[in-house]
């Protein structure tokens, strides 16, 4: 039994990696192939510069994600049936044991994954971004922000972690489903203190001043009957120039938060545009079926880990001659992704459904032409190419193309 799961699972991880760089240069091929002219509808907005750049834009990332891709598939392997977690498990279990031993390895594991993973972050952000003029971090701010994650990721990982294990030491064959219950309500608990507590932690979120783009913003909210704790600009700009708006929260703790860097470029219908779009993922109940989508695919993940955990064969077809909560725990997340790879188009469906959603409710509440031109401003600022490989874009795409996107508003305009 050990020996056909081992099989399993390098068959499927061979097809989901072989998967993800054919999708990926399927991407980079089709961009630099429509990067001479700007595609049809977008001549007299975009201007062949902008359009090239995005495009050079999109494939640096696309080459840089060949690279990630290859180095994540290299330590799943070497995690696996490489013996690295077994090695972990060992040189843990001579030194600690109960929940110190499993906050130990599940540690362990996210401290090398996050190593193994800095020097392609600064790569991205310094050399990257800079490049395409998007950067505007400093290597003091970049450090800062990684200590704050990290410090944040002790303060609060290792008592949901600690929890976690207990409750699946002591609940016996249930504890999945008592797990989930601690874990949705984590969950909710940081929706609902995200804004006040962490978000503070890294940007400054100053109120939105009184004048054209408030007023506008407030008779927009009273229209579509939201209520929010408040209207803020965030400090976006100190680490890119990417602009986006969006709200946050759960119950009577939502706010509406703008990236001054969207300010700057968006007028005042425009951007009230952009946030009717937000508000209609909340009127369409976009963001509560997404959460609802969450909950029940953990309890359907922690019910099937439910059924491993006993397994020997799971263990050791994954290259670890031994058991533990920890060690399940472990092995059930790092190798779900190379199983779940094939429903990946059918979230993507799910998200661009829900903006279209959410463009049609804006496109009611604003002027469609306000949205339309804001789109297509934050499509040239942002480098987002106008031309994404057709197959790339119906598996990954959580936007629908812009191409699509903005013939519907322009049809809704008319």
């Known amino acids: 039994m050990s020996a056909d799961f081992t099989f399993l699972f390098l068959a499927a991880f061979a097809l989901t990696l072989a998967g ?13 192939a429509h990067r001479a002219a700007v595609p049809a509808g977008f001549t007299e907005r975009i201007s062949l510069a902008a359009h090239q750049k995005a495009a050079d ?37 001579a030194r600690v044991d109960g929940l110190i031993y499993g906050l130990a390895l599940i540690f362990s594991v996210m401290a090398i994954g996050a190593a193994i993973d800095l020097p ?3 790569y991205r952000q310094f050399v990257i971004e800079a490049r395409y003029g998007f950067n505007r971090m400093t290597l003091a701010l970049f450090f800062a922000d990684l200590l704050k ?49 962490i978000a503070p932690l890294f940007n400054k979120f100053s109120p939105l001043a009184d004048g054209e783009m408030k007023s506008r913003i407030e008779a927009l909210l009273s229209r579509c009957g939201f209520r929010s704790s408040g209207l803020f600009v965030m400090d976006g700009s100190k680490r890119s120039s990417h602009g986006n708006a969006y709200f946050t929260g759960f119950g009577n703790n939502k706010r509406i938060v703008f990236f001054d ?16 779009h937000e508000l209609g993922h909340f009127r369409r109940r976009h963001v509560l079926k997404r959460i609802v989508l969450m909950f029940a695919a953990s309890l359907g993940f922690l019910w099937l880990l439910g059924q491993l955990i006993d397994a020997p064969w799971f263990y050791n077809g994954l290259g670890v001659p031994a058991q533990s909560t920890a060690l399940a725990l472990i092995l ?11 429903f ?66 322009q049809a809704a305009a008319r």
């Open 20 to 32: 993800r760089l054919w999708l990926t240069l399927r991407q980079i091929r089709y961009v630099a």
């Open 57 to 93: 834009y999109t494939v640096d990332r696309n080459r840089m994600a060949i690279l990630t891709t290859l180095v994540d598939a290299a330590l799943l392997l070497a995690f696996t049936v490489g013996g690295g977690l077994a090695w972990l498990h060992e040189f843990w279990a």
């Open 120 to 122: 392609f972050a600064l």
């Open 149 to 197: 994650h990290t410090l944040l990721g002790i303060v609060i990982g290792a008592p949901v972690i600690l929890a976690v294990l207990w409750l699946m030491a002591v609940m016996g064959s249930a504890w999945w489903f008592w797990v989930w219950l601690f874990w949705s309500a984590f969950n909710l608990l940081i929706l609902f203190v995200y804004p006040t507590w």
């Open 261 to 276: 860097t969207l300010l700057a470029r968006l007028a005042p219908p425009e951007v009230e545009a952009v946030l009717a």
């Open 332 to 342: 059930f997340f790092l190798v779900v992704p190379v199983f779940t790879f094939p």
């Open 344 to 409: 990946t188009p059918v979230l993507s469906q799910i998200s661009r459904r829900h903006e279209f959603e959410a463009d049609a409710y804006a496109a009611a509440q604003t002027e469609a032409g306000d949205l339309s031109r804001a789109l297509v401003k934050l499509y040239e600022d942002n480098a987002a190419t106008l031309t994404p490989d057709p197959l790339h874009s119906l598996f990954y795409d959580s936007h629908p193309p812009a191409a699509v996107r903005i013939a519907r508003l």
